[in-house]
């Protein structure tokens, strides 16, 4: 037992606090007296061991209220020579064999008077008193609970042998430089911890004047704060989880994003496997079979994360079906949605790990002793299960380690639900808008065309924007390029049917102006039965449109556009025009009216149409990028479409497409009068003959022998039909094309009407005759009348020409 000197005055901090005194069996009588006691009270050994400890107070019967419980406070001894002296007292319990309890009575001190003094020793924060060489010198009530039974062997002794944490060397340096700086420490977080639990403490040092005789020491306090610790590291995980989960919309990316995030701030090695439902392949994991063991594909593994390099602790890479075996946690927690904790893995025999060979070598190799598998809920489904696995960290998983766990997994599985319903939704765009978007686009000898799509998803994003190139009658060539507002399967559906409603118009044969109006009226009446649907919501909620006819007979073009940027026109030369079509309104408005521009173009201008994507920024306004186009068309005489092309797109800067992009490039060619033969002649049943004739000749003059019998029969039946029906002169016109086209123009306009002739009926039978004949037959609107037409298949015919690359 240390020997310290009594405390002699209150002019000392401490004095000898701590000193023990003495101990009361439990009858009440002392049973062992110290040499402090004897300095103190001046009583020796032998005058009061087996005494009853009553003769220690100055006051008969107040003895009888030290023992019983613990207890610490001022009261006056008296002494052998009869003076009385007025101390601080702590009675600490000793328990003993058989539940018995004898007492232990310390001295605090004279100055354990003072109100710091007994503040200190009632303070439920372990406090202790630590000389110059880190010895401890005195320790409170809460101190003393806390090292139990042995507290008192602990005084005097240096900080090493009764060490406050586990880190003893950090503690000692604390104290070391609290004694020589006199700067208290204040709040320094230390973690102390076994193979059962964890706690935080925060340690406060500051300086005491006068530890033990007269010499300078350090105070220490401790403040549990593992709660505060654990709160403020939920918080962290939280905020962290917050900000890098549900970045992306790419579901494995998001999985893998939420064992980063766990590792290692909740576990050591995290997986994120994916069921069914969240809907990674199209194929059922069931169908993939079973294992000779029995384990069954429960799951698709999304993200994997390690404290070790390489993650070996994972028996499946990114992507591989996962194999459990049929009683195993994991499925129990795809079935219930209820989390599994086992606190501590059991491997032993009758383990459900026993029918999990390779996951069982792989937790003993590699020491894994606690799991925790959470459910990812989000919206009414389970789409997996979070396992962490604690390794290198001797805690296990507990209650609180659950709770956040939970939380911070269900968060990620709402960015999971909202990654997948994303990636349902642009799997079904995507697909709809390559259905709906011309596959080999082609000017036939009329035009040769490029394009380029660019969506504003670079990895497969689907908008509205849509392009095409349609073939009319005549040899004629239609280009469209239109933009339907937003993004996603919505616009993708309605370009989808202003296309087909745009195909439909065209083969009309009306005029662009007439196409637009129709097309607006179209989408207005649509938008009004979406809107009165309860059930939908409105498919197309604005569009804009360009429209495009070419002629390469009369190298003549007429273009109307409803609220769409203009098309640029470079000439043979390389200047640059943006042709000052009239804008219109937007299509969807309803009762519009479109304006139709009509000019000659020279042989091999080049038309460069485009969407508002490609002229449009964030922060700049669309005359901008109409200039930055113009100054890459510029003086580029002859440049290769392909080229062109190239420049066009690359006046979009880098990272500053807003927007869907689409654009067509058509350069201009012409038929020639080999291609194109013309009769003109009066409505006069006489001079159909020779005009007949003279339709014959020609096309034997282009090797079209074998189109003789059936062109002969279509001439004539047009000819005669006209001169029966039309006024004015008539104008027949053959064209050698991709096809041959028989056209005969007058000036009547009325419409033409086929009509089902009877078996005794004399007319009515030649339009009969010539659908049977043609490969596609058809009548269409003038400037002065209509023209009729008939399109034969050609023996064999030049390639189409054509570049989507």
Known sequence: MPQFDAASGAGTAYGDAGAPLAIVGRDGTVIRWTDAAEHLLGHRAEEILGRPAERLAASPGESASWFGQE???????????????????????????????????????????????????????????????????????????????????????????????????????????????????????????????????????????????????????????????????????LSRAGTRIGTTLDIMQTAQDLADVLVPAMADYVTVDLADAAELS???????????????????????????????ESLWARGEA?????????????????SYLEPVLDVSPGSWLNHDAGRL??????????????????????????????????????????????????RAALSLDNARRYTREHTAALALQRDLLPRNPSGGNALDVVWRYLPSDRRGGVGGDWFDVIELSGARIALVVGDVVGHGISAAAGMGRIRAAMITLAALDLSPAEVLAHLDDLLARLAAEDFDSKTMPTTITGATCLYIVYDPVSRRCCAARAGHPPPALVDPSGDVTLLGIPAGAPLGVGGQTYE??????????????????????????????????????????????????????????????????????????????????????????????????????????????????????????????AV??????????????????????????????????????????????????????????????????????????????????
């Open 71 to 237: 207890w610490a406070g001022r009261t006056v001894l008296l002494r052998r020579d009869g003076r009385s002296v007025q101390v601080g007292l702590r009675v600490s319990a000793l328990p003993g064999a058989n539940g018995a309890v004898d007492w232990l009575i310390s001295v605090l001190g004279a100055a354990e008077s003072t109100p710091a003094v007994s503040v200190a020793e009632n303070s439920p924060f372990p406090t202790a008193v630590w000389d110059s060489e880190l010895r401890m010198v005195w320790l409170n009530a809460a101190l003393a609970r806390a090292y139990g039974p042995t507290w008192p062997r602990r005084l005097g002794l240096p900080l090493q042998e009764s060490p406050l944490y586990a880190d003893t060397a950090q503690v000692r340096a604390l104290f070391r430089q609290v004694l020589e700086t006199g700067v208290p420490v204040i709040d320094r977080e230390l973690d102390q911890r076994d193979h059962r639990w964890r706690r935080t403490y925060a340690l406060s040092v500051f300086p005491v004047a006068n530890a033990r005789d007269g010499e300078p020491g350090v105070c220490s306090t401790n403040v549990d704060v593992t709660a505060s610790r654990r709160a403020r590291e939920r918080v962290t995980l």
């Open 282 to 312: 199209d194929e059922p994991l069931a169908r993939l079979g079973t294992t000779g063991s029995g384990a069954v594909p429960a799951f698709h593994r999304g993200g994997m994360a390690s404290i070790r390099p390489g993650v070996p």
């Open 322 to 338: 996962v194999y459990v075996p049929p009683h195993s946690p994991f499925l129990q927690v795809l079935a219930t949605g209820r």
């Open 361 to 410: 070598e792989k937790i003993i190799s590699l020491g894994m002793h606690s799991m925790l598998v959470i459910p990812m809920h989000a919206r009414g489904e389970i789409l997996g299960v979070a396992v962490l696995v604690r390794t290198e960290t001797p805690v296990p998983f507990d209650e609180n380690d659950r709770m956040v766990s939970e939380e911070v997994v269900s």
């Open 596 to 721: 139709d521009l009509e000019m000659e173009l020279s042989e091999g201008s080049t038309l460069v149409l485009y969407t508002d994507g490609l002229v449009e920024t964030r922060d700049r306004d669309i005359d901008f990028g109409l200039d930055r186009l113009r100054a890459a068309l510029t003086q580029r005489p002859g440049a290769p479409l392909q080229d062109l092309r190239s420049a066009v797109v690359g006046t979009i800067p880098p990272g500053e497409q807003a927007d869907d992009v689409v654009v067509l490039l058509a350069r201009t060619r012409s038929l020639g009068p080999d291609q194109v033969m013309e009769w003109e002649l009066d409505a006069d049943a006489s001079a159909v003959g020779e005009v007949r004739a003279a339709a014959v000749r020609a096309l034997m003059a282009w090797g079209l022998e074998r189109l003789v019998p059936a062109a002969e029969q279509i001439v004539g039946e047009l000819l005669a039909n």
């Open 724 to 805: 029966r029906h039309a006024d004015g002169p008539l104008r027949l016109r053959l064209i050698r094309d991709q096809v041959l086209v028989c056209e005969v123009f007058d000036t009547s306009l009325n419409a033409v009407r086929t009509v089902s002739a009877g078996p005794d009926d004399e007319e009515g039978r030649g339009l009969a005759i010539i659908g049977a004949l043609a490969s596609r037959h058809g009548s269409r609107g003038t400037s002065t009348g209509k023209c009729v037409w008939a399109e034969l298949l050609l023996p064999s015919g030049p390639a189409a020409t054509g570049d989507g690359g």
